[in-house]
């Protein structure tokens, strides 16, 4: 069975800064591609930063030069470090993967591209 489970959400003020941390287990493609993931109230699910087993990375316009995606050595281990906070960073995030193998010059941001989700985990950000 394959499974994602986030954690580091929280509350932070404006400027401040979080990491969040995806562990995968089961049935996951780690080795291929995973990806962050945030939907706010009203809003459709929109991707944030994704990594290939390259270490090719894509990110959303909206949070390039604030937010870096990483793995541990082991790529069983999902980061998002988020600095300078916004508050319209304020969403649910998910932490999303594959089952599916194989190798992609460019991770996709795309929620389509995944099939594994993670429970989520709440980042307010607060003027």
């Known amino acids: 069975q394959a499974h994602l489970v986030e954690s580091g959400g929280g509350s932070v003020q404006s400027g401040g800064s979080l990491r969040l941390s995806c562990v995968a287990s089961?049935?996951?493609?780690?080795?291929?591609?995973m990806g962050w993931f945030r939907q706010a109230p009203g809003k459709q699910r929109e991707g944030v930063a994704s990594i290939n087993n390259y270490g090719r990375t894509s990110v959303a316009d909206s949070v390039k030069g604030r937010f870096t995606i990483s793995q541990d050595n082991t790529k069983t281990t999902l980061y998002l470090q988020m600095n300078s906070l916004k508050p319209e960073d304020t969403a649910m995030y998910y932490c999303?993967?594959?089952?599916?193998?194989?190798?992609?010059?460019?991770?996709?941001?795309?929620?389509?591209?995944?099939?594994?989700w993670g429970q989520g985990t709440q980042v307010t950000v607060s003027s």
């Open positions: 089961g049935y996951i493609r780690s080795d291929n591609y």
């Open positions: 999303a993967g594959t089952t599916s193998a194989g190798t992609y010059w460019t991770p996709p941001l795309h929620p389509t591209a995944y099939n594994t």
